[in-house]
């Protein structure tokens, strides 16, 4: 059965960078897009940006261009979400969510909390 | 700041029909499928709905969704206790920038 198992969970310091992983199985790792998607105490779902695990390719929401980066092992069918220069508002649900254009299946979630 | 936008709240007894809206634009509703998720507190997302109107396996057939313009609709039908949750549209948006977009949400109570 597919299963996107995710990290535990994350306390920062404001200005340092947070790297939550998703790892798949139950499926072709690289037949199947990743997004990744967070949630903020008292807030809906925020895109974030997708990647393609086959060639690697990246898609970011504007308002993370230049502090998000997402990657993939192939070896490990995992994909990666590394956010830098992170704040109080970073403090958030971080899930990844395979799909492009459904996301039908999603990672159990990592609590990443920004504190000083 | 959503380009999606629903209704935050909506209620109904249980038995009752409960109708979330869904407002976009032509770059995403208008040009692009409508998924909808079912947000349990402190669980992951479920997908409810998928290209406007189909139900993924294993989801009941209370659950109806339609699209028109630019506009979606998700419906649920014969209410019950467990629909308690925070229900989300999500589309791609085409405009300049593409991204995928989810709507501001809506809480449905089970009065």
């Known amino acids: 059965q597919v299963q996107l198992v995710q990290s535990g969970a994350e306390v920062k310091k404001p200005g340092a960078s947070v790297k939550v992983s998703c790892k798949a199985s139950g499926y072709t790792f690289t037949s199947h897009y990743m997004h990744w998607v967070r949630q903020a105490p008292g807030q809906g779902l925020e895109w974030m940006g997708i990647i393609n695990p086959s060639g690697g390719r990246t898609s970011y929401a504007q308002k993370f261009q230049g502090r998000v980066t997402m990657t993939r092992d192939t070896s490990t069918s995992t994909v990666y979400m590394e956010l830098s220069s992170l704040r109080s508002e970073d403090t958030a649900v971080y899930y990844c969510?395979?799909?492009?254009?459904?996301?039908?299946?999603w990672g159990q979630g990592t609590l990443v909390t920004v504190s000083s | 700041q959503s380009v999606l936008t629903q209704p935050p709240s909506a209620s109904g007894t249980p038995g009752q029909r409960v109708t979330i809206s869904c407002s976009g634009s032509?770059?995403?509703?208008?040009?692009?499928?409508v998924n909808w998720y079912q947000h349990l507190p402190g669980t992951a997302p479920k997908l409810l709905i998928y290209s406007n109107n189909q139900r993924p396996s294993g989801v009941p057939d209370r659950f109806s969704g339609s699209k028109s313009g630019t506009s979606a609709s998700l419906a649920i039908s014969g209410l019950q206790s467990e629909d308690e949750a925070d229900y989300y549209c999500?589309?791609?948006?085409?405009?300049?920038?593409?991204?995928?977009?989810f709507g501001t949400g809506t809480k449905v109570t089970v009065l």
């Open positions: 969510a395979r799909g492009w254009d459904l996301l039908d299946y």
């Open positions: 999500a589309a791609w948006d085409d405009s300049l920038n593409v991204f995928y977009v």
């Open positions: 032509t770059s995403n509703i208008g040009s692009n499928a």
